[in-house]
Nanobody
Framework: QVHLVESGGGLVQVGGSLRLSCAASGFAFRNYAMRWYRQAPGKERDWVATINTFSAYTSYDDSVKGRFAISRDNAINTVYLQMNDLKPEDTAVYYC????????YGQGTQVTVFS
């Protein structure tokens, strides 16, 4: 049974940084690409970033390119999202996701950026 647990969110000032983590279980983590999504209040869930199985390939939405970095540690089944230079428009609930179960999302972690 797939289980994804996001953590690391919080309240941060404009220009600040946060590092999100997503602990995965229930599938062969190292064999699947991982993604981060986010959902702002009143909006649909949007894709943020993707990392392939052995970190050789990453891609980002234009809105976060150059500010966010996705990484993974296959030894501990965890994917990360380093977020720098945060802006108010980054405020959202952040979710991780796997190709193994693309319809499944964890409970998410709230990121709130204030000025």
């Amino acid at each position: 049974q797939v289980h994804l647990v996001e953590s690391g969110g919080g309240l941060v000032q404009v220009g600040g940084s946060l590092r999100l983590s997503c602990a995965a279980s229930g599938f062969a983590f190292r064999n699947y690409a991982m993604r981060w999504y986010r959902q702002a209040p009143g909006k649909e869930r949007d894709w943020v970033a993707t990392i392939n199985t052995f970190s050789a390939y990453t891609s980002y939405d234009d809105s976060v390119k150059g500010r966010f970095a996705i990484s993974r540690d296959n030894a501990i089944n965890t994917v990360y999202l380093q977020m720098n230079d945060l802006k108010p428009e980054d405020t959202a609930v952040y979710y991780c996701n796997t190709n193994f179960r693309p319809d499944y999302y964890g409970q998410g972690t709230q990121v709130t950026v204030f000025s």
